[in-house]
């Protein structure tokens, strides 16, 4: 059955370095999405991404945070000067449709833990 | 504001037994609500995904209702396992593209 694969699982790094987070949604899905859930706390929504753009991020995706698809396959997530309460778990999803019609297809997740 | 409560925040039950959790929320316009189960240190994955037009929908042990009138959803776990435990989320959908996340309800089966 097809997934939804993130790459680091788990990446610990000192504050004020850069992180990027790895992605490999479905093939044949149109929609990216990444969201956070810091620990023992609600998931919440970061970035959508359709067609090699930004569709909407919420006020959490500020100046540090970037979204890529820089190949066919990849969609990445970029921290650019990592913070303590940056420390999370962060799901890449996708889905064939717009959120609020399609499936959510989440990965396993990538914990981030910055010192 | 667009809003999901879930209730209970948490649930203890005894394996072999049924639960029911809810899910109340102010999303409007309404899309679809979906019931994700998350088990811990896991991504989300989906359960069921109702529309304004269905009431109930089933996979496997998970049966979800939803009332689009009083904007409400439960998800009814019949004969629970110890594989159950987990958080489950309700998420609702607008039709502007917008989801909104609940807290979630974590569930413990206990043998």
């Known amino acids: 059955e097809p997934e939804v694969t993130q790459t680091p699982s788990h990446q610990v790094t000192q504050m004020g370095q850069e992180v990027i987070l790895r992605c490999v949604p479905i093939?044949?899905?149109?929609?990216f999405y990444w969201y956070r859930q810091i620990l023992g706390q609600k998931v919440e929504f970061l970035v959508s991404?359709?067609?090699?753009?930004?569709?909407?991020k919420s006020e959490i995706f500020d100046d540090q945070f970037s979204v890529e698809r820089p190949d066919g396959s990849n969609f990445t997530l970029k921290i650019r000067s990592t913070k303590l309460e940056d420390s999370a778990m962060y799901f890449c999803?996708?889905?064939?449709?717009?959120?609020?019609?399609?499936?959510?297809?989440f990965g396993e997740g990538s914990r981030l833990t910055v010192l | 504001k667009n809003q999901v409560e879930q209730s209970p925040q948490s649930l203890i039950i005894l394996e072999g037994k049924n639960c029911t959790l809810q899910?109340?929320?102010?999303?409007?316009?309404?899309?679809?609500l979906r019931w994700y189960k998350q088990d811990t240190g896991r991504g989300p994955v989906s359960l069921t995904i109702?529309?304004?037009?269905?009431n109930t929908k089933s996979n496997g042990r998970y049966t979800a209702t939803l009332d689009a009138d009083t904007k409400q959803s439960s998800l009814h776990i019949t004969a629970s396992q110890l594989s159950d435990s987990a958080s489950y989320i309700c998420v609702v959908s607008s039709n502007a593209g917008k989801s909104t996340f609940g807290d979630g309800t974590t569930l413990t089966v206990k043998p």
């Open positions: 991404f359709y067609n090699n753009e930004i569709s909407e």
């Open positions: 999803a996708s889905s064939d449709r717009r959120q609020s019609t399609g499936e959510l297809f």
């Open positions: 899910c109340n929320y102010t999303v409007s316009p309404f899309s679809n």
């Open positions: 109702m529309t304004f037009s269905e």
């Open positions: 093939s044949n899905h149109l929609y």
